[in-house]
């Protein structure tokens, strides 16, 4: 499997080298708009209201509506300076929760997290300890232009990244919720509410439970293609290709992380200032003269990488 993502989990003063892969996929029939006469695509056109033609991607901004009808608009420089100057290759951990607390309804869309490279210690030293202490990290994360709230959790052998909606993204639902004054349920009622929830109770197996109307149209994709109810069309899609990058160098975990406590410590912001790129590089090269090897170079982060 191919990475799209590659960067470094950010944990104190110590950086794990990581690579996010797609870890769901959405399995929806999709349909497209055909011209039911010759069985042609129908395309969507890029059409201005105010001229009445047909605009060419370099001709076309974006807007913000403030009211209606009337934009603010935006170039393409201006939107690049709101997403930030960042490179967005690091997953920043900023706090450890415990994954009972957090509402189901922030969680999005997740990805898997594997080791960036050969070198293992620090990836399995986070996915171990988070597993023992039963918590998940609260992390920042750049994909694409936007920062978002992601959720880095133990699964299995690997981590998952469960991207999160912000706080003012959920919509309140104090205005539906049932008043309290209600009657109230019955002791038996209670009871045999209690006995049947016991009864369909058991292990989580999503497998138990598949996508019937998505069986239910590929049969009948089938039966058109058997009756020859189909139409050709020449035109593709590329795919886009994935990105994939090196990780980083390695020096002592332990002493990063002690000096991540010390830092944790001290009064004001809990967010460390990450050690110089210099002192990676030395560490990294000390480490490879004591093992023989020639040094690789300087690090590409500011962190040293576990």
Not at 130 to 155: F, G, I, N, S, Y
Not at 225 to 241: F, I, L, R
């Amino acid at each position: 499997m191919r990475s799209f993502w590659s960067g470094e989990i950010a944990f104190g003063l110590v950086t794990i080298p990581a690579k996010l892969y797609t870890a769901t996929k959405d399995l929806t029939p999709q349909f497209h708009q055909l011209h039911k006469e010759d069985g042609g695509r129908v395309t969507m056109v890029r059409r201005c209201t105010k001229c009445h033609r047909d605009l060419a991607w370099d001709e076309i901004g974006k807007g913000y509506e403030v009211s209606k009808g009337e934009y603010a608009l935006f170039s393409k420089e201006e939107l690049a300076k709101l997403d930030g100057d960042e490179e967005g290759g690091t997953i920043d951990i900023v706090e450890f929760v415990d994954p009972l607390e957090v509402d189901l309804a922030y969680v999005e869309k997740s990805y898997w997290v594997g080791p960036g490279s050969k070198n293992v210690r620090g990836y399995e030293l986070l996915r171990a300890t988070l597993d023992e202490t039963k918590k998940v990290a609260l992390a920042k994360v750049k994909l694409r232009t936007r920062t978002r709230l992601a959720l880095l959790r133990p699964r299995g052998r690997l981590f998952s990244l469960d991207m999160m909606r912000y706080a003012e993204e959920l919509v309140p639902g104090d205005e539906i919720a049932p008043s309290g004054d209600g009657k109230a349920a019955q002791p038996r009622e209670k009871q045999l509410a209690l006995h049947l929830i016991e009864e369909l109770s058991g292990p989580f197996d999503p497998a138990k439970h598949p996508d019937e109307y998505r069986s239910a149209v590929l049969a009948a994709v089938d039966q058109k293609v058997e009756a020859g109810q189909v139409s050709k069309d020449g035109t593709a899609e590329a795919e886009a290709p994935a990105v994939a990058a090196t990780g980083a160098q390695v020096i002592d975990l332990a002493e990063l992380l002690s000096r991540s406590i010390q830092v944790a410590n001290k009064p004001g912001p809990a967010k460390a200032h990450h050690a110089p790129a210099h002192h990676a590089a030395d560490a990294a090269e000390h480490e490879d003269a004591e093992k023989g090897e020639k040094p690789k170079g300087q690090a590409k982060k500011k962190r040293a990488a576990g």
